[in-house]
Every structure is written in structure tokens, then in C-alpha cells.
Nanobody
Framework: QVQLVESGGGLVQPGGSLRLSCAAS????????MGWYRQAPGKQRELVAD???????NYADSVKGRFTISRDNAKNAVYLQMNSLKPEDTAVYSC??????????????WGQGTQVTVSS
């Protein structure tokens, strides 16, 4: 019923930047919190940043001052601007959204994930 499609991953050198995008589509009545998670090989998935529909933002300590999350409610989209990238930022990044579909049922949806590799 709801699809999240991500784009913007890739290979970048340390100190470089990338911008991830995620757009939601389908039977959407409303979207609550949207966020980005990441999972590195051999590690658990962790929250990178999330943003509520009202614009309140939460960042993981490891990315504060380097990453910026934003959203466009008109486009049902969320973005992650990543600057000063480090090798330890290498992971699969996934978009998450809490979405109300028909009947006002709220569910969490996930994107397919996009690989971010920081390496020289």
C-alpha cells in the first residue's frame, strides 16, 4: 500500500558529502515521523536521525554537526545531507516512515536501503 523509494547513495572519499532522498507514495492519509537508519556489516541497525511532522529533530551523537535531516511534507519526502563523511559512516542507509493509510491505521514502512561507502 505504501512504498518508500530511496536514492543518493554511493562511494565518496573521507571528508566528502552525499545527499540521500526518500519519497513515500501509495495510499497515504498522513505521515508522522520520518527517519534514517543505518546498518554496518556485523552491527545492529541504528537510528541516524528522525524528524516529526512538526519539524522536531533528533540526531545520533555520532552524526551531530555533520548530518542534516529535512522533510518536504508536500512531497512526502525526507532528506539526509551528509557532510564531513568518515569511513565509519559506511553502511546501508534505510528510510523509515510512520504512515496512516486508509482507515487511519498507522504502520511503519521501510525503504529498500541504499549503500553509502566512505573510502579513499
Amino acid at each position: 500500500q505504501v512504498q518508500l523509494v530511496e536514492s543518493g547513495g554511493g562511494l565518496v572519499q573521507p571528508g566528502g558529502s552525499l545527499r540521500l532522498s526518500c519519497a513515500a507514495s501509495g495510499r497515504i492519509r498522513s505521515i508522522g515521523t520520518m527517519g534514517w537508519y543505518r546498518q554496518a556489516p556485523g552491527k545492529q541497525r541504528e537510528l541516524v536521525a528522525d524528524i516529526t511532522s512538526g519539524g522536531s529533530i533528533n540526531y545520533a551523537d555520532s552524526v551531530k554537526g555533520r548530518f542534516t535531516i529535512s522533510r518536504d511534507n508536500a512531497k512526502n519526502a525526507v532528506y539526509l545531507q551528509m557532510n564531513s563523511l568518515k569511513p565509519e559512516d559506511t553502511a546501508v542507509y534505510s528510510c523509515n516512515a510512520n504512515v496512516a493509510t486508509t482507515g487511519w491505521t498507522w504502520l511503519d514502512y521501510w525503504g529498500q536501503g541504499t549503500q553509502v561507502t566512505v573510502s579513499s
